[in-house]
């Protein structure tokens, strides 16, 4: 070729070909020079290329400048318009739009709000979206990487090759983008990154990947979330109008990859546990499904924990669309389905966010504030616009995009303290000089803002283990703006008191009562949950005190107490049939228990519990509020026995709840009440139909007008051993 004032020179054409150039957006594609149009092409393995139209006008012929594939010539054009080109090689013929022939799909309006933090539609501009771009079908791609100095997409569509396809970055922004004409729905793809000083980084999966490949491969899939088909409707639409402090939730936790598995312990699809285990929450009569992270991660172990795809619902039980299906599913049975999100840290593997650009990008580079050390992975930096934006658009992604009906967020305490698990001098104090950490204090109350203000009805749950305050109370009152807690202090009080010999327990009667004192200075969850049945702390039943009927009694007993304490209540899959055998995520459930009587005795309780629950205003109305709540005995530490009532705050039916936390059944015991008249026994876990003894009160007893503990009224009733009773009073 005649050298020309637009002829590209030997040394660009090199960079280009060899993937060292930083923007070929500024040489490849169409340039005008004076009235002529100039075309450039880098196509791999072609020996001659010709442009046309994309109706198939011929354009004219490219020259190759460079055996690996720089092409370079002048086009029969009038102003810019897409083309196609037709490349050769031998007797091979193939089409191709060449993308830096495009414009840039993001405008300056998302430049603007990306800098500024406040987009909150970053799922729709970031990642991998099919779409029709300037008239050519493709991928539009985009990914957030400032101090690179070359990214690429690589995958499927270009045979993974790191030189086809560099990105244009969006300098304001630090953004990278390209649109690929061909690239398609299903094909696997990641990010080929040189880090300053322009080293060769590990390949790295899309921050914001809708789907993955399987372990243990890593690789991004380019799939599509807007197009889901949803019949939940009117679902959506009773929840927005219900205050979910004051309805039941009875939340069954689960594992999806260890609820129940198929012949030859393959995982169930998501289309399978929408048949499955759906039906067997409505049957059971729970509220909701929460679900351990099912954001996608390298490590089976983790359950979920360690997330390398935030935005992806794991691959082992299939894809979004199966996902999509099994929440649709979940709502048209009544059924609200909770997610475990872990925005407090992130695992160290490679291809993951971890120095993404060759720098700390989305973790604190000082290991003083970027490293977790209880669990080996970075911290991110709360303090940085764009990470906190990536965070909270994930939140409403989940809630938005599969209509999940809420975020239990994991960790809380370990975001909130700067010191969590340091030593002295292994952490920063904050610009005040304390341990707070305020840039995640200020995230977690813009997410949870964001949260309910674009998805009415679901809920935030902090799984927060301190004496935080004020961690579900409004953001505008200063509070963290959750709408619930785990209380952590009724799990561990409660089980460290079920542990001990009855003949002690007198001795430790506060252990059950000091909870009191708090329970509703937040709005709480009871949690009993995969963590206290894991890592050598056996199972529930395994922790009862006693010989074998007495640690399935004081199992039942128990769950009567919780399901009669105020606070909403959650259960670990499998601990409805008391298995004996902690949990593990590499098998199935242990459903072959419920062929035994006390087994199944204590499914059926927990299932006439949760429809106990659920129908009477009297145990959920009031969970969160002291009018519920209503102490009638407290101080009989003798004979370890605890009585309350609970009020629907409406002057309607009341509920007493009586437990007797010992072997020694008590008759003639007197039972203060809120109210004379015909008091109906409506639960007794020491029932035979539960397997137990069958003492009781012959389905109610009748109280008298007279006073007793500074009650109104009271009656004899007959406690069962190791037995909670409930009595109903309507008038």
């Given at each position: 070729?005649?050298?020309t004032?637009?002829?590209?020179?030997g040394a660009?054409?090199?960079?280009i070909?060899?993937?060292?150039h930083?923007d070929p957006?500024?040489?490849?594609?169409?340039?005008?020079?004076?009235?002529?149009?100039i075309a450039?092409?880098?196509?791999p393995?072609?020996e001659?290329?010709?442009?046309?139209t994309?109706?198939?006008?011929?354009?004219?012929?490219?020259?190759?400048?460079h055996?690996?594939?720089?092409?370079?010539?002048?086009l029969?054009?009038?102003?810019r318009e897409?083309i196609?080109?037709?490349?050769?090689?031998g007797?091979?013929?193939?089409?191709l739009?060449?993308?830096y022939v495009?414009?840039p799909?993001?405008g300056?309006?998302?430049?603007y709000?990306?800098?500024?933090?406040?987009?909150l539609?970053l799922?729709?501009?970031?990642?991998?979206?099919?779409?029709?771009h300037?008239?050519a079908?493709?991928?539009?791609?985009?990914?957030?990487a400032?101090?690179a100095?070359?990214v690429?997409v690589i995958g499927?569509?270009?045979n993974?090759?790191g030189?086809?396809h560099v990105?244009r970055?969006r300098?304001?922004?630090?953004?990278?983008?390209?649109?690929i004409p061909?690239?398609?729905?299903?094909?696997?793809?990641?990010?080929e990154?040189?880090?300053?000083?322009?080293a060769?980084?590990?390949?790295?999966?899309?921050?914001?990947?809708?789907?993955?490949?399987l372990r243990?491969?890593t690789?991004?899939?380019?799939?599509?979330?807007?197009n889901f088909?949803?019949?939940?409707?009117?679902y959506?639409k009773?929840?927005?109008g219900?205050d979910p402090?004051?309805?039941?939730m009875s939340?069954?936790?689960?594992?999806?990859?260890?609820?129940?598995?198929?012949?030859?312990?393959?995982?169930?699809?998501?289309?399978?546990?929408?048949a499955?285990?759906?039906?067997?929450?409505?049957?059971?009569g729970f509220?909701?499904?929460e679900?351990l992270p099912?954001?996608?991660h390298?490590?089976?172990?983790?359950w979920g924990?360690?997330?390398?795809g935030l935005?992806a619902?794991?691959s082992r039980?299939g894809d979004?669309?199966?996902?999509?299906?099994?929440v649709?599913?979940a709502?048209k049975?009544?059924v609200?389905?909770?997610?475990?999100?872990?925005?407090?840290h992130f695992?160290t593997?490679?291809?993951?966010?971890?120095?993404f650009?060759?720098?700390?990008?989305?973790?604190?580079?000082?290991?003083?504030?970027?490293?977790?050390?209880?669990?080996?992975?970075?911290?991110?930096?709360?303090?940085r616009r764009?990470?906190?934006s990536?965070l909270?658009n994930?939140?409403?992604?989940?809630?938005?995009?599969?209509?999940l009906d809420?975020?239990r967020v994991?960790a809380?305490?370990?975001?909130?303290y700067l010191?969590?698990?340091r030593?002295?001098?292994?952490?920063?104090?904050?610009?005040?000089?304390?341990?707070e950490?305020?840039?995640?204090i200020?995230?977690?109350?813009?997410?949870n803002?964001?949260?309910?203000?674009?998805?009415?009805g679901?809920?935030t749950i902090?799984e927060?283990s301190?004496?935080?305050?004020?961690v579900?109370?409004?953001?505008?009152?200063?509070g963290?703006?959750?709408?619930?807690?785990?209380n952590?202090?009724?799990?561990?009080?409660?089980?460290?008191?079920l542990?001990?010999?009855p003949?002690?327990?007198r001795h430790?009667?506060?252990?059950?009562t000091f909870?009191?004192?708090?329970?509703?200075?937040?709005?709480?969850v009871l949690p009993?949950?995969?963590d206290?049945?894991?890592?050598?702390?056996?199972?529930?039943?395994?922790?009862?005190?006693?010989?074998?009927w007495?640690?399935?009694?004081?199992?039942?007993?128990?769950y009567?107490?919780?399901?009669g304490?105020?606070?909403?209540?959650?259960l670990?899959?499998?601990?409805e049939m008391?298995?004996w055998?902690?949990?593990?995520?590499?098998?199935?459930l242990?459903?072959h228990?419920?062929e035994?009587a006390?087994?199944a005795?204590m499914?059926?309780l927990?299932?006439?519990?949760?429809?106990l629950?659920?129908?009477h205003?009297?145990?959920?109305?009031?969970d969160?509020?002291?009018?519920?709540f209503e102490?009638l005995?407290a101080?009989?530490?003798?004979?370890?026995?605890y009585?309350w009532?609970?009020?629907?705050?409406e002057?309607?039916?009341i509920?007493?709840?009586?437990?007797?936390f010992t072997?020694?059944?008590r008759e003639g015991?007197?039972l203060p009440l809120?109210r004379g008249?015909?008091?109906?026994?409506?639960l007794?876990?020491?029932?035979?139909?539960?397997?137990?003894?069958g003492k009781?009160?012959?389905?109610g007893?009748?109280a008298?007008?007279?006073?007793?503990?500074?009650k109104?009224a009271?009656a004899?009733?007959t406690?069962?051993?190791?037995?909670?009773?409930?009595?109903l009073?309507?008038?």
């Amino acid at each position: 070729m005649a050298k020309t004032p637009w002829t590209t020179d030997g040394a660009e054409i090199a960079a280009i070909v060899e993937g060292r150039h930083g923007d070929p957006f500024k040489r490849l594609g169409l340039h005008k020079s004076g009235r002529s149009w100039i075309a450039r092409a880098f196509v791999p393995g072609a020996e001659t290329l010709s442009a046309t139209t994309l109706d198939g006008k011929p354009l004219g012929e490219l020259e190759r400048r460079h055996e690996a594939g720089f092409f370079e010539g002048a086009l029969k054009l009038k102003d810019r318009e897409t083309i196609r080109y037709e490349a050769a090689r031998g007797k091979d013929r193939w089409q191709l739009i060449d993308p830096y022939v495009l414009g840039p799909v993001l405008g300056p309006m998302d430049d603007y709000f990306l800098a500024e933090g406040t987009h909150l539609r970053l799922y729709d501009k970031m990642g991998a979206h099919p779409m029709t771009h300037e008239g050519a079908e493709g991928v539009h791609f985009a990914v957030w990487a400032p101090n690179a100095e070359r990214v690429s997409v690589i995958g499927d569509f270009n045979n993974w090759d790191g030189r086809r396809h560099v990105m244009r970055k969006r300098m304001d922004i630090g953004v990278w983008e390209i649109f690929i004409p061909g690239a398609a729905e299903g094909q696997g793809y990641k990010f080929e990154l040189l880090g300053p000083g322009g080293a060769l980084l590990p390949l790295k999966a899309d921050p914001y990947g809708f789907f993955s490949e399987l372990r243990p491969n890593t690789a991004s899939r380019v799939a599509r979330t807007d197009n889901f088909y949803w019949s939940d409707e009117p679902y959506l639409k009773a929840r927005a109008g219900r205050d979910p402090r004051r309805s039941p939730m009875s939340v069954y936790e689960v594992h999806l990859g260890s609820w129940k598995r198929k012949d030859g312990n393959t995982f169930l699809t998501y289309d399978d546990l929408a048949a499955d285990l759906i039906p067997y929450v409505v049957w059971m009569g729970f509220t909701h499904i929460e679900l351990l992270p099912i954001t996608e991660h390298p490590f089976d172990p983790s359950w979920g924990y360690q997330p390398t795809g935030l935005f992806a619902p794991t691959s082992r039980f299939g894809d979004p669309h199966g996902f999509a299906r099994f929440v649709d599913a979940a709502h048209k049975a009544g059924v609200g389905v909770i997610l475990d999100w872990v925005p407090a840290h992130f695992p160290t593997d490679e291809h993951g966010l971890s120095r993404f650009d060759g720098t700390a990008l989305y973790e604190h580079a000082d290991p003083r504030q970027g490293y977790h050390p209880d669990w080996n992975t970075a911290i991110y930096n709360f303090g940085r616009r764009e990470v906190q934006s990536y965070l909270i658009n994930n939140a409403l992604f989940w809630l938005e995009r599969y209509h999940l009906d809420g975020l239990r967020v994991d960790a809380v305490a370990s975001m909130l303290y700067l010191d969590y698990s340091r030593k002295e001098g292994e952490w920063i104090p904050n610009q005040f000089g304390g341990r707070e950490n305020l840039e995640a204090i200020a995230f977690l109350q813009r997410m949870n803002h964001e949260a309910y203000g674009h998805s009415p009805g679901a809920v935030t749950i902090a799984e927060e283990s301190t004496a935080f305050p004020g961690v579900s109370k409004p953001t505008h009152t200063g509070g963290l703006g959750f709408g619930f807690k785990w209380n952590m202090g009724f799990m561990h009080d409660t089980l460290e008191y079920l542990k001990r010999d009855p003949v002690h327990r007198r001795h430790h009667h506060h252990e059950l009562t000091f909870g009191l004192l708090y329970a509703f200075s937040e709005n709480f969850v009871l949690p009993l949950s995969h963590d206290e049945v894991v890592h050598g702390k056996g199972s529930l039943l395994a922790k009862m005190a006693g010989d074998d009927w007495q640690k399935f009694a004081n199992l039942r007993a128990y769950y009567g107490f919780m399901w009669g304490y105020p606070g909403k209540k959650l259960l670990f899959m499998g601990q409805e049939m008391a298995p004996w055998m902690e949990w593990t995520e590499s098998r199935s459930l242990d459903w072959h228990l419920l062929e035994h009587a006390p087994h199944a005795g204590m499914q059926r309780l927990v299932r006439d519990l949760n429809t106990l629950y659920r129908s009477h205003p009297a145990l959920h109305a009031r969970d969160c509020e002291p009018e519920g709540f209503e102490w009638l005995i407290a101080d009989d530490e003798a004979n370890s026995v605890y009585a309350w009532a609970r009020h629907s705050g409406e002057g309607g039916a009341i509920v007493v709840v009586v437990s007797n936390f010992t072997p020694v059944p008590r008759e003639g015991y007197v039972l203060p009440l809120p109210r004379g008249g015909q008091w109906r026994e409506i639960l007794n876990t020491d029932a035979e139909i539960y397997g137990g003894s069958g003492k009781g009160n012959m389905g109610g007893v009748s109280a008298s007008s007279g006073p007793s503990h500074g009650k109104p009224a009271s009656a004899l009733i007959t406690v069962p051993p190791l037995g909670t009773l409930y009595f109903l009073s309507e008038q």
